[in-house]
């Protein structure tokens, strides 16, 4: 795939659940079971001084002018962004309009749908059950969920990875077809599964990297089956709860919960704007359709990134969490991905990105920094995701020596 004009036909919804963590599946990368491969977030030469500069009145100054550039040279309509520091003075801002109709201001309070970041979460209930002894990630998917092609040979750690060779079903012509004509339709995960297995597979398992939402699908189910729960469920009782995030979930159907901005997006069958806070993200399901806000996003980031619970228990025991954090390289430089999470030099999360809405949280384990920013709009810009550009801009100004730059690869969208 290649110019963002074939994306409106084809492959528009690999934009919305990725990020831009997506590789062209012909492009090499580190395979996955060489634990030698170098963590992509270490970073080669750059400038000295602190890894994150305290936030001054001077450096306030900067970050607002920057956010404000981003969402003039890229039309965002509105965004918020948070960074926290234990010790330092921390920075929330709303800048811009939550509906561009009303012009109701964007708010720090809002709820915003998160996208691939859900991908954190699901990957989280699954080692769990790592550790409760449930599944091992080693497992083939084919043990939980029959009709998986290569199922006796893709584990449970190559879904997680992103390291299958599957076919994404949402590049599936069908499927756009399908979404665009009825955004209020209800996918089921067998659905969305038909779609993907009706290709053959990619690549043998472990050869390479390449995004793929069919995996998290798989993985749902896995977590579905083992716990006995309904995901959603599973994640209230098991991770939301736990770490105190009241305001986060996995909506059944187009639930939304209130104040919530309008998003705005042009992955519509005719590629003109449309609004879409009534959009049904069940299409999504465990690869994206999650709700979340400013302030819980701001207690995962720490949280995914260390397999610890704010009050200090553990969510994810040590070994596991270890392993989840091992992140080999892909084929965009800087960037490595592990079990579910990225490192993007230095800073550890998720992004995500599904119709008019994106997100991107993370974190600087050397500082203990959580950055988080939310906006309304997923259009891209020069063939970059807007959340990409504020991710660089805010970076550059507090964390010169770990600038996230995740370049968009057009040939992949």
Same mark, same amino acid.
């Given at each position: 795939?290649?110019?963002?004009?074939?994306?409106?036909?084809?492959?528009?919804?690999?934009?919305?659940?990725?990020?831009?963590?997506?590789?062209?599946?012909?492009?090499?990368?580190?395979?996955?079971?060489?634990?030698?491969?170098?963590?992509?977030?270490?970073?080669?030469?750059?400038?000295?001084?602190?890894?994150?500069?305290?936030?001054? !009145?001077?450096?306030?100054?900067?970050?607002?002018?920057?956010?404000?550039?981003?969402?003039?040279?890229?039309? $965002?309509?509105?965004?918020?962004?948070?960074?926290?520091?234990?010790?330092?003075?921390?920075?929330?801002?709303?800048?811009? $309009?939550?509906?561009?109709?009303?012009?109701?201001?964007?708010?720090?309070?809002?709820?915003?749908?998160?996208?691939? #970041?859900?991908?954190?979460?699901?990957?989280?209930?699954?080692?769990?059950?790592?550790?409760?002894?449930? $599944?091992?990630?080693?497992?083939?998917?084919?043990?939980?969920? #029959?009709?998986?092609?290569?199922?006796?040979?893709?584990?449970?750690?190559?879904?997680?990875?992103?390291?299958?060779?599957?076919?994404?079903?949402?590049?599936?012509?069908?499927?756009?077809?399908?979404?665009?004509?009825?955004?209020?339709?209800?996918?089921?995960?067998?659905?969305?599964?038909?779609?993907?297995?009706?290709?053959?597979?990619?690549?043998?398992?472990?050869?390479?990297?390449?995004?793929?939402?069919?995996?998290?699908?798989?993985?749902?189910?896995?977590?579905?089956?083992?716990?006995?729960?309904?995901?959603?469920?599973?994640?209230?009782?098991?991770?939301?709860?736990?770490?105190?995030?009241?305001?986060?979930?996995?909506?059944?159907?187009?639930?939304?919960?209130? !104040?919530?901005?309008?998003?705005?997006?042009?992955?519509?069958?005719?590629?003109?704007?449309?609004?879409?806070?009534?959009?049904?993200?069940?299409?999504?399901?465990?690869?994206?359709?999650?709700?979340?806000?400013?302030?819980?996003?701001?207690?995962?980031?720490?949280?995914?990134?260390?397999?610890?619970?704010?009050?200090?228990?553990?969510?994810?025991?040590?070994?596991?969490?270890?392993?989840?954090?091992?992140?080999?390289?892909?084929?965009?430089?800087?960037?490595?991905?592990?079990?579910?999470?990225?490192?993007?030099?230095?800073?550890?999360?998720?992004?995500?990105?599904?119709?008019?809405?994106?997100?991107?949280?993370?974190?600087?384990?050397?500082?203990?920094?959580?950055?988080?920013?939310?906006?309304?709009?997923?259009?891209?810009?020069?063939? #970059?995701?807007?959340?990409?550009?504020?991710?660089?801009?805010?970076?550059?100004?507090?964390?010169?020596?770990? $600038?996230?730059?995740?370049?968009?690869?057009?040939?992949?969208?």
């Amino acid at each position: 795939m290649s110019p963002t004009s074939v994306r409106l036909r084809r492959a528009a919804m690999v934009a919305l659940l990725t990020g831009t963590l997506v590789a062209p599946c012909t492009a090499g990368a580190a395979p996955a079971s060489v634990p030698s491969a170098p963590a992509a977030g270490t970073p080669g030469p750059s400038p000295s001084g602190p890894d994150v500069r305290p936030l001054s !009145p001077d450096v306030t100054r900067q970050l607002d002018a920057s956010v404000r550039r981003v969402m003039r040279e890229a039309k $965002v309509p509105g965004v918020t962004v948070g960074i926290w520091t234990p010790g330092q003075r921390g920075y929330v801002r709303s800048f811009g $309009v939550a509906d561009k109709e009303t012009g109701r201001r964007m708010t720090p309070d809002l709820y915003t749908r998160i996208g691939s #970041e859900t991908k954190t979460f699901t990957v989280t209930a699954l080692l769990q059950l790592v550790d409760r002894g449930k $599944v091992r990630l080693d497992d083939p998917i084919g043990r939980y969920v #029959e009709g998986v092609p290569n199922g006796d040979r893709i584990t449970l750690r190559q879904l997680a990875g992103m390291r299958s060779g599957l076919f994404n079903y949402s590049e599936d012509d069908d499927f756009f077809a399908a979404l665009t004509s009825d955004p209020q339709r209800s996918f089921t995960p067998r659905q969305l599964l038909d779609y993907a297995f009706r290709h053959p597979v990619l690549f043998q398992p472990g050869q390479k990297f390449s995004y793929c939402n069919t995996n998290l699908i798989l993985l749902g189910l896995v977590v579905e089956k083992e716990s006995g729960q309904r995901l959603g469920d599973y994640l209230k009782q098991h991770i939301l709860d736990p770490a105190g995030m009241k305001d986060t979930l996995l909506p059944k159907g187009s639930a939304f919960p209130t !104040p919530h901005a309008q998003g705005y997006t042009d992955q519509t069958a005719n590629g003109e704007v449309a609004e879409t806070a009534g959009w049904n993200p069940s299409w999504g399901w465990a690869a994206g359709a999650m709700v979340s806000t400013l302030e819980d996003l701001r207690i995962w980031a720490p949280t995914v990134a260390t397999g610890e619970l704010p009050d200090g228990r553990r969510m994810i025991s040590p070994a596991t969490q270890r392993q989840r954090l091992v992140t080999p390289a892909t084929p965009i430089p800087g960037a490595g991905y592990g079990l579910g999470i990225f490192d993007v030099q230095g800073w550890i999360g998720h992004n995500g990105s599904l119709p008019g809405y994106e997100s991107l949280t993370i974190y600087l384990p050397a500082t203990r920094t959580t950055l988080v920013v939310l906006l309304n709009t997923d259009i891209d810009h020069d063939d #970059e995701e807007p959340s990409t550009l504020f991710g660089q801009a805010i970076t550059e100004i507090i964390s010169p020596r770990h $600038v996230f730059d995740l370049p968009a690869a057009p040939a992949a969208r």
